[in-house]
């Protein structure tokens, strides 16, 4: 396994007159895939090594493609001494790509935001690896201030500093694994006083910047089977610690700490458990819901809807019956009027008979009559 180190450093040496380490198949395909300004942003022979990547497989391999995103002041040929022990490993140099954002190696450059430009630039160069290479999910690695951006290239949605343009939807279902080195997912703390660009309050790394605050909002969308966060207790760049909070911590993240490593330590000199984390996982669900299309979008939504409440409920007081009121007994009728009696008819006295007049009886036998 020693040439292949070896032919991966001299591949990094005998390229740096060139520009990029990017193999002719590779260049073929992007010059029949895209424009020439397109391939001339990718490649960035105007750096010293502004890109490599690339080749035909010679065997099978059960590694997936992985994408280096490297960080501030920094170009894509500064990772081979990843990639080499990478290599020294066996994993395909055809399957390690990277290009440039920014300009390259520059020092003493401070001015410098996780722009809407790099953003773009690092998510087409996903998208084209996905592509060139055929694969249904492929894995992203960033480094320091390349972990933020990354991970806003994999969420998608509208530039923070540019709500007019649209990343496009969120690629988990297209990244398996996600890896964080040194990252400044929270910030960092030399911005505790913002002195240069890269402290901004929009796209910087100050705390809560609009940038921190849009990529943290989620959980679990860097990738659809688990996602890695590799931190040193060392760091004196992004630190440990920043905005009271782990620097290089972001939800859903599984935190790998290292002790006593400094900044470009943990980045290089941790590749072999960069690898182990590639290769320890199968495949799977994340368990989160995927983010949305349009991050602030979604957040509008889910302030607006109506969520269950889960505090536990307030004892009311017992309120005291109140007597019940009596029924009010029902109206009576008032009397009415006594008619006045109905006198009886009065019948007409039938007229008196007179007496008919008695007739003297007749004398008795042996009755003298009476002498007048």
């Known amino acids: 396994m020693k040439w292949i180190t070896v032919a991966v450093a001299l591949a990094v040496i005998n390229t740096a007159t060139c520009g990029h380490d990017i193999h002719k198949h ?48 920094n170009e894509a040929g500064n990772l081979w001494k990843v990639a080499r022990v990478f290599a020294a490993h066996g994993f395909p140099t055809q399957y390690m790509f990277a290009t440039t954002w920014g300009r390259g190696l520059e020092p003493t450059n401070f001015n410098v935001g996780m722009s809407c430009a790099h953003v773009r630039h690092i998510r087409r160069f996903i998208e084209m690896v996905l592509k060139y290479t055929g694969a249904k999910q492929i894995d992203v690695i ?24 649209a990343l496009g939807p969120s690629l988990q279902s297209r990244i398996h694994t996600y890896i964080s080195v040194a990252g400044a997912n929270q910030g960092s703390y030399l911005c505790g006083l913002p ?46 610690m920043a905005c009271g909070k782990k620097a290089s911590e972001f939800p859903g993240g ?56 889960v505090r536990p409920p307030i004892p009311e007081k017992p309120v005291p019956k109140k007597a019940a009121a009596k029924k009010a007994a029902p109206k009576k009728a008032a009397p009415k009027k006594a008619s006045p009696p109905k006198k009886a008819p009065t019948k007409k006295a039938a007229p008196a008979k007179r007496a008919a007049p008695k007739k003297a009886a007749p004398p ?3 009755q003298k009559p009476a002498s007048h």
């Open 26 to 73: 590779f260049m073929a395909w992007m010059k029949q895939h895209y424009t020439p300004e397109e391939v001339k942003a990718f490649v960035r022979d105007d750096l010293t090594t502004g890109s490599i990547g690339g080749g035909l497989l010679t065997k099978g391999t059960n590694d997936r493609p992985v994408v280096f995103v490297h960080g501030l002041n």
């Open 142 to 165: 960033g480094y320091s201030m390349g972990s933020p951006i990354a991970r806003k290239a994999i969420l998608g949605g509208k530039c923070v500093d540019d709500a007019n343009v």
């Open 195 to 240: 002195f240069f660009e890269i402290c901004n309050a929009n796209t910087g790394l100050s705390c809560n910047s609009k940038f921190l605050a849009d990529i943290n909002w989620f959980k679990n969308y860097e990738s659809s089977y688990k996602s890695f966060n590799l931190a040193s207790s060392g760091d004196s760049v992004v630190g440990y």
């Open 254 to 309: 599984h935190e790998w700490k290292v002790e006593g490593l400094n900044h470009e330590q943990t980045e290089f000199d941790t590749a072999e458990i960069q690898l182990k984390m590639l290769r320890e996982s199968t495949d799977g669900k994340s368990k989160s819901r995927p983010a949305g299309k349009n991050s602030f979008a979604e957040v509008k939504k889910y302030l607006n809807t109506k969520r269950r409440d």
């Open 364 to 366: 008795k036998k042996n």
